[in-house]
């Protein structure tokens, strides 16, 4: 078994980017979902779920923390990583409630334009991070702006075995995993509690249970009119919680992932 893909999404809900090799610190990849979109006036964070045409929003991560954002039909503009003296802005992502950096009022003008409502864009350094949620992995385990843990992994025969029910090749950033593994069986990940990748070692946490983002195509910002493969997925993936597709990881240690390296089950 190998490492097949590495993605990282540096904005929240933004587009993904493919990467060869990556340093692991102990939020996940680095850069990844360090940053999100918030609705100006409530603070509640944005996503495609929403607004289906951030599928279109690039956000490229640079070594110093910050943003390149481009979409079509808009200039470049380059976000530099807020600094200690910048404004907290208070914003809510799921249950949680937290105070963090604002990108400042040029970044929330060229991104209030490309939302259609009054945006601001936020970002959480380490000593912010949420913890995991509750009831799965460690107490002390945290995440920045990632749904409820800091990696997702698929098998990419899990994909296949998906793409092959729906009738059509599905992309895998549809399911916008960081860890994408072959060489293995269609779900195996399932039966997975501890893996090294390299010399670092992941807990499996949680299966990752699927939403209407997996039927909006990462390309064309456009959701399937048959909901797929969210239809077929409630068909044969259902478990109490919603239908899985992908296993929720945290990592163990720090280090450098790299496509090719070998994985192994360790329990």
Same mark, same amino acid.
């Given at each position: ?5 590495l993605y990282r999404y540096p904005l929240k809900s933004g587009r993904g980017e493919s990467l060869q090799q990556v340093v692991l610190d ?17 603070? +509640?964070?944005?996503?495609? @779920? ?42 809510? =992502?799921? @249950?949680?409630?937290? +105070? ?14 490309? =939302?259609?409502? #009054? &945006? ?13 949620? *509750? ?23 899990? @994909? ?16 916008? #995993?960081?860890?994408? =593994?072959?060489?293995?069986? *269609? ?8 893996? +090294? ?10 299966? /990752?249970?699927? /939403?209407?983002?997996? &039927? =909006? ?14 239809? &077929? ?30 994985? &192994?089950?360790?329990?």
């Amino acid at each position: 078994m190998r490492l097949s893909a590495l993605y990282r999404y540096p904005l929240k809900s933004g587009r993904g980017e493919s990467l060869q090799q990556v340093v692991l610190d102990r939020l996940g990849l680095e850069g990844d979902r360090r940053w999100m979109l918030v609705d100006e006036p409530s603070g +509640r964070f944005l996503t495609q @779920r929403a607004v289906p045409h951030m599928s279109q929003l690039s956000a490229l991560w640079n070594a110093e923390g910050g943003l390149t954002l481009s979409a079509p039909g808009y200039p470049a503009l380059d976000v530099p990583l807020p600094g200690a003296d910048a404004p907290l802005r208070g914003v809510t =992502i799921w @249950r949680d409630t937290l +105070r963090v950096p604002d990108a400042g009022d040029e970044a929330h003008a060229w991104l209030s334009d490309f =939302i259609g409502k #009054p &945006t601001r864009l936020v970002q959480v350094p380490p000593d912010r991070a949420r913890t995991t949620q *509750a009831g799965y992995g460690k107490d002390d385990d945290q995440v920045a702006f990632a749904d409820g843990f800091p990696l997702l992994l698929i098998g990419e025969s899990s @994909r296949e075995d998906l793409s092959s029910r729906v009738g059509r090749t599905l992309e895998m950033l549809r399911f916008r #995993p960081n860890l994408v =593994i072959e060489g293995f069986p *269609a779900f195996a990940e399932d039966g997975w509690k501890r893996i +090294r990748i390299g010399d670092i070692e992941f807990r499996v946490v949680k299966p /990752c249970a699927r /939403c209407i983002l997996t &039927t =909006i195509d990462p390309q064309t910002g456009e959701r399937s009119a048959d909901r797929e493969p969210l239809a &077929t997925l409630q068909q044969y993936r259902a478990q109490e919680g919603g239908a899985m597709f992908g296993q929720n990881l945290v990592n163990d240690g720090i280090g450098r992932l790299e496509v090719g390296m070998p994985v &192994t089950v360790l329990e």
